[in-house]
């Protein structure tokens, strides 16, 4: 397997844990927001093989506590599982982030306890989901049965959504709430325009509506914060 991309040391990826995030090319949806807009089509060079980053692992004993997984959307393929099968035998704990989109992948993972955090993308409402996502068109049925997956499992799990000011208001975060109702974590993470998305036009939201949104997001699911935000007090 090649590796995208390699951050070999973050305090914020995987809640709790020094550790390193592995970047894994392609995705299935198209975000017209992506920070990682690079790894979208699977075409950005490959850093190291997989044997490389193995080696990194080893010699990292002692001083990482985890390994974070991201893309793109690293369920794309199996030998993410497989990957992830090494780490554990390392001795690293593994987050995945993913969006969602391959309910069976996800299924396999949670039943062999590979993962012991998961954070899933919800993009939007589901009446907003294929736009948000930069399709045409989405079948929403295995992002929902994600969602199940992970509400219904044993495995520590957030929801998160990046906010949009473009593509999200109030009514966005009702029917969200709605749908992950009692949900042990949900975060909202404010956009950030950078160099490396891949549409420009979009801009992050006013803090008094993240507080709007947060606090509509909390009548459903009661953890839900703003993620990186200063006035953390207010909410």
């Not at 969006?99 to 993009?123: C, E, F, Q």
Request: hydrophobic share 40%; glycine share 8%; aromatic share 8%.
């Amino acid at each position: 397997m090649k590796i995208h991309g390699l951050q070999k040391m973050t305090l914020l990826d995987f809640p709790g844990k020094v550790a390193c995030t592995v970047f894994l090319g392609g995705c299935d949806m198209r975000c017209p927001f992506c920070h990682n807009a690079e790894l979208i089509d699977g075409t950005a060079p490959a850093v190291m093989e997989e044997e490389e980053l193995l080696a990194f692992l080893k010699k990292r004993t002692g001083l990482l506590e985890g390994v974070a997984i991201t893309g793109g959307e690293p369920l794309l393929r199996d030998d993410t599982i497989t990957l992830m099968e090494k780490i554990r035998e390392l001795g690293y704990p593994v987050k995945l982030d993913t969006n969602g989109t391959h309910p069976d992948r996800l299924r396999k993972i949670l039943d062999r306890s590979l993962a012991a955090y998961v954070a899933m993308d919800i993009k939007n409402s589901p009446d907003r989901y294929a736009v948000t996502a930069g399709l045409e068109k989405m079948e929403l049925a295995p992002v929902r049965e994600s969602v199940s997956l992970l509400m219904e499992g044993r495995t520590d799990y957030e929801f998160r959504t990046t906010v949009v000011a473009e593509l999200h208001d109030a009514d966005s975060f009702r029917r969200i709430g709605e749908w992950i109702r009692g949900a042990r974590h949900y975060y909202l993470q404010k956009f950030t325009d950078r160099d490396t998305v891949p549409f420009g036009g979009f801009h992050a939201p006013e803090d008094e509506k993240m507080l709007e949104y947060a606090a509509i997001a909390r009548e459903y699911v009661p953890s839900a914060v703003i993620r990186g935000m200063d006035d953390q007090h207010k909410i």
